[in-house]
């Protein structure tokens, strides 16, 4: 493959890559415990007064977070049971699985389901990842982004380019061929569905920094993300 950056520049790219993908798929993985909470107060303490009116998803969930004075974990998970689960009086919601999105029936466990299920078996990734739910489900999807992003960054440490790179082409293939093609509109989704500020501020991580990954590995021009906020 063409190499779009440097060695040195894959090695800071594939650091916001591991940081973000693992803290967005973790928020999607379950309802909110005291980690992924503490996790966001860590976010919200790297934003100070004056950038409080800063616009994108890290800096919508350092707002909701300084609103909170305990961690609302029950809120949280009333949000997360409507919305991901469909449990509640809203009979609407963000169904995160990559089958729903895809396939023509909009049900459970289709094509996509059995795609993922030899991307993650073919290498045994399954058991180097933190698997909640299904293999099409947007956590396992962001927890494969995120430990494709390690590898390459591992390789790289043991002075591997060529290593590092082949596994870079894999990441690319499973971001374009698998994410891309569903998890934006799942964002929109629960930025349309979610009644709390917290995963519409995930969604807005999650869907901004996959489409900013997938324009940099295309060739457009892109400054280099930042990984700080992201646990």
Same mark, same amino acid.
Not at 39 to 42: C, I, K, L, Q, R
């Given at each position: 493959m063409s190499h779009y950056c440097?060695? @040195? *520049?894959? *090695? !800071?790219l594939s650091a916001a890559r591991e940081s973000i993908y693992a803290f967005t798929g !973790?928020?999607?993985? $379950?309802e909110a415990d005291e980690r992924l909470w503490q996790?966001? @107060?860590?976010i919200a303490a790297a934003h100070t007064e004056s950038n409080s009116d800063a616009s994108g998803g890290f800096a919508r969930l350092a707002r909701y977070a300084a609103r909170c004075e305990d961690a609302p974990l029950t809120e949280l998970a009333v949000d997360y049971a409507a919305t991901f689960l469909g449990i509640g009086p809203r009979h609407d919601g963000a169904f995160p699985y990559e089958s729903v999105y895809t396939s023509d029936e909009k049900l459970l466990k289709q094509e996509a389901f059995d795609e993922m299920n030899a991307v993650l078996r073919? $290498? &045994?990734? =399954?058991? =180097?990842?933190d698997m909640v739910s299904d293999e099409d489900h947007v956590s396992t999807e962001l927890a494969l982004l995120a430990r494709y992003a390690h590898d390459v960054r591992r390789l790289l440490g043991k002075g591997d380019t060529d290593g590092a790179w082949s596994v870079e082409s894999e990441r690319i293939g499973?971001?374009?061929?698998? =994410?891309m093609r569903w998890i934006p509109d799942f964002c929109a989704d629960v $930025? &349309?569905?979610a009644k709390t500020d917290f995963y519409r501020a995930i969604a807005d991580i999650a869907s901004d920094f996959l489409m900013l990954d997938a324009s940099?590995? *295309?060739? @457009?021009p892109q400054a280099t993300p930042s990984k700080a906020g992201a646990a």
């Open positions: 440097t060695a @040195e *520049e894959l *090695e !800071q !973790q928020a999607f993985s $379950k996790a966001v @107060e860590d073919s $290498k &045994r990734i =399954a058991l =180097a990842i499973f971001l374009l061929g698998h =994410a $930025k &349309r569905c940099i590995v *295309e060739g @457009e």
